[in-house]
Structure formats: C-alpha cells, structure tokens
C-alpha cells in the first residue's frame, strides 16, 4: 500500500553540485570585492511515502502535524449508495514509520462540522443538518483509540468554535444572529449555555482556552449605546461565570480592541490582539493585556508605524517613501494612519515568551466571467443546514505577514515581515505557516505549487532562497498546484497531494496519494564569520 523512497545518492549528487557552483560564486565575489554575506543553503527531500487510492469512490488526503512526535494522516474514503464515509486514521512517526492505524465510519446522515486537537487528543465535532442531534469522536493520538459520544446542541444555529478542556467540550456560535456558547459534558453527554452571552448587542469574536487555570474565555464584541468596547468573559470548567472584564477605550485616542489570542506566560494569563479607532475591523496595532490578580488588567499598544520593521517587505524606495510620510505628519502634529484587516494565528510559546503571527489581507471582486462555483464542505461553512453550491465571487488576497516576538512579560522583542505576493484564498484561512528552529524563524507560504520561504534572525532576514517548486511525478515539467504544505517542525516541512500512476494494471489502483519530507538545510556559521 505504500512505497518508502530513499533519495540519499540523489541527494548527495545534488550536494556536491551545489557546493561547486557555490565555490564558483563566492570566489566571484571575493575577488570583486563584494561586500556582501550570502548563506549557503539548500532544499532537498528527505522522504516520500504513498498510499494508493482505492479507485472505488470519492477519497481525499489529510495531514495533522504533531511536531517532532509525527504526523496523523486521514484518508476519508466515500463509498456506496448512501455515500458512507470512512475515515482511516494513520499515525506515523517523524520518519514515516507506522506507529498504529484505526478505522472510524461516520454515521449515516451526520457530516464533520468542526476538529480541535490537544496534546492527547484528536476530537471531531459531527451534526446532523436540520436538527439538534451531535456526535463527538474522540482519538487518543497516542494509543489509536477511539471514542464517540452522542447528544444535543440546542439553540444553536451556527457553529464557529469548537475547544477541549478536560472533558468538557464547548460550541460558540450563534442563534437568530445572537452568540451562544454551549458546554457539552463527556460524562453524561448533557448541555448547557453559558449564561450572560446571548445578547443583540454582542458578536461573539473567539473562544480561548487558559488550561493551566481551568477557564474559558469568551470573546464578545460589544456594541452598547455606541459604544465599541471587547468584552472578556471567564468561566470556569463547570461553566460558572467568574468575571467579566471590559476592555473599553484607550486613553484619549478612542481605541478599541477588535480580537484577541491567549496564552499563559509567567504564570500569568495574557491576552494578544489587534485594535482598531472607532467601530470597524480594520486594526492599527497590536496590543497585549496582563490580566492580574483581582481581574486587574494592563495593556500596552504597539501600532503598526512602530514596529521596526512593519514595512520591510516593501521595496526599499515604498519603505523610504513611507518613513518620510510618517516623519512628515510627526512635524505637523497628525497621526498617521495604517490600517488593514488583519487575520490572527494561535499564539506559539518559546523559551522566551512567545511568537504573534498574523497576516494582511484584502478583499476583492471576481469578475462574474472568471467567478467559479464552490460547493463549501460543511466542516468549513460551520452551519447545520447542509451547504448549497453556490457561486463564489468574493476572494481574499493576503499581501504580507507578520511575526513578533514577545519575552514573558509581553515585552516586545523583535518584529519581522513577508511578502506574500497577495495570494489568494477562497475561504479566510491561514496561508502564512512557522516554523522555528533555535534562534531562527522560518516563515513560508505557497503559491501555485512555490513554497515561498524567508528565514528570520530576529530583526534580520539572513536568507530568502528560491522558491521549492512541488512535482508529483520525477522528471515532470508541470508543478503540482493543487498541492498542500504545511510547517512541522524545526527546518522541516511536510507536502502532499495526488499523482495518477501511469500503464496501471488492469484493476490496480490508477492512483495515490503522495507525502514529502522536505527540509531547508542551513549551515552552522555563514562566509565571513
């Protein structure tokens, strides 16, 4: 069912190339007095496993990173009359070895709506359209087990939020155009809403776990008597509410937080986010909020025109052109105004506090003549009425990201960007993924079948190599486009997609499905240290 290549002669041939054609340059520039300090550095595929499709019906790849502990790979396989869909779940180790393998079939009727994973466990939230009626599957990722439970959201319409703690799941959402958040309990698969939420005056804007103190936060955005303020509302793991903190206006500037992530540093909990002047969702910074003993908070603002290196993915003529703007309306006494729609990633904890990632996006028209029909799966569109297919004439083109780092006391440490060549999205997902290594900070993403990479040192870029390009077949001339990338750990990278085998026997498989190792490989010291 699945190949294991070894590439390492290729590799080596490749390496041995690299590093004369290297030889060649650098002595160029030695000699021409350069001053320059390039890194030597490479791609290369370490791994490729496939599975072979089973040709019988729709079948569809999906990978769970598990940083250095692995992978889980789903193979969700429909079949059948009544469409029954099968999912084989697969957990491998950082070198594709198989570590066990267990089958789940989702009940007849019921479609995947929502996924939330911890370090023990993998859950799916699963509903049945047009009714109250949920299942939740629980999969211990280490030992291959799983579990389901059965119950009943009632009240709510639309589900957008689906978190874990302890044995306690909690669903926010909404109800005729009102937040709700549910809790749902494993032990006696009984539901309750959380109380003080349902609300026309709030939008629900995210739902965090703090697990070391046992809470949920409920994120509300709250519009009383005009005013813009964000709401955070703790409860405790039985669904008490323990206190509600407003985060109103900011000194005289009429600042209002939109969202926010948290994450507990120092033994304290710290809310990250983005906020905005006046009542809309186009932020102007960054802030970070230390919430203290007797639900005391500080929060310290970091606007976009601050941080060092905001604009550094600009040319250098746009970066020079803009600081003089800035500098110009300093002297006049005016503000300056950048603003953009900013989409938040989870926080990431490091030794020595913690990384903000977000990303800049923009929305744009498709012309009716290059729009295309989308029929948005259930697990993304979050609703429990069954999806239409529908016409999709609106897409979001992310120009840049953003990585700060922050030590543990929510000081800022260092800011970096990139350039994401305003790739476009149908749906608003995260494009930008991270990894970390040490001191350094890769920052990628794909276009057309590019992984677009930049590796940061803090304030500094020390390399920006050429695009690895994907191919599902040795020797093609056409990049896989369709394929899928994503960060796993260290300077490692795990890409996927689909490859038709060719003069398949009769009755064989015509297809599989195929995973890379990929690694961006860096030298220890660079020319000139």
Known sequence: MKKLYNLARHQAVRSRSFRTASMVFFTFILWHGVALNPVLAQWRQVQQLEFLKEGK??????????????????????????????????????????????????????????????????????????????KILRLDLQLGETEEFSGKLVGLRVASYFKVLGNTAFVGGSFMDRPVVLSFSFFNQSTKPLQGIYS????????????????????????????????????????KLLATLNLGEQAEEKLHFITGKSITSNKQPILVGNYTKGCNDYARGFFVTHFQAGDTHKSQLYAFDELENFFSYLSPKRQE????????????????????????????????????????????????????????????????TKPMVTRQTIEYRHSHGIVCAFDKNGKLLWDNTMNMNNVASVLLDEQLTVNTKKDKVYLSFMEKGRLHLQVTQGNKVIAEPEPYEIYAYENDRHRDEDATVSNWYDDYWLVWGTRHIDNAKAGGADASFYIKKVQYQMPATRVGE
């Open 200 to 239: 026309k005056y709030f939008e629900l804007s995210g739902l965090e776990l703090d697990e070391e103190n046992n809470e949920v936060w409920v994120l509300l955005k709250d519009r009383r008597k005009g005013n813009c303020m964000l709401d955070v509302q703790r409860y405790s793991y039985d669904g």
């Open 57 to 134: 019906g729709q079948e569809y790849c999906h990978l769970l990173p598990l940083k250095e502990q692995g992978l889980l790979v789903t193979l969700e396989k429909e079949q059948g009359f009544k469409r029954e869909v099968t999912w084989d779940f697969i957990r491998l180790d950082s070198s594709f070895k198989e570590l066990w393998k267990v089958s789940y079939t989702i009940p007849v009727l019921y479609e995947p709506l929502l996924s939330y994973q911890n370090e023990q466990y993998y859950f799916w939230l699963l509903a049945e359209p047009e009714s109250e009626n949920i």
């Open 321 to 384: 052109r803009i600081r003089e703007k800035i500098e110009t309306k300093k002297r006049l006494g005016r503000e300056s105004n950048f603003s953009y729609h900013v989409l938040l990633h989870p926080l990431q904890a490091t030794p020595e506090g913690f990384l903000l990632v977000a990303e800049a996006f923009y929305t744009g028209s498709v012309s009716p003549s290059n729009s295309v029909f989308v029929d948005v799966p259930l697990r993304n569109q979050n609703t429990f």
